[in-house]
């Protein structure tokens, strides 16, 4: 998993998250964890194959 921080134009800062999860259990492993910290989740992208994912890594 990597983590990282943006800002966008408007100035607010967001944290990306980005990583290959295993099933779905997992996911749901850390978005319990990410709702137990009180951090509000934006979106959650599935990225299926090899073009999809660089196109999204280039959008972030």
Same mark, same amino acid.
């Given at each position: 998993?990597k %983590? !990282?921080?943006? *800002?966008n134009?408007? =100035? *607010?800062?967001? @944290? /990306?998250?980005k990583? !290959?999860l295993n &099933?779905?259990?997992?996911?749901a =492993?850390i978005?319990? @964890?990410? %709702?137990e910290?009180?951090h +509000?989740?934006m979106? +959650?992208?599935? /990225? *299926? &194959?090899?073009?999809? *994912?660089?196109?999204?890594?280039? @959008?972030?």
């Open positions: 998993m %983590y !990282r921080f943006i *800002k134009p408007g =100035g *607010k800062t967001f @944290s /990306v998250l990583g !290959r &099933d779905q259990a997992a996911l =492993g978005l319990n @964890s990410l %709702y910290l009180h +509000v989740v979106e +959650v992208q599935i /990225v *299926k &194959d090899t073009k999809d *994912k660089e196109d999204i890594e280039n @959008s972030l």
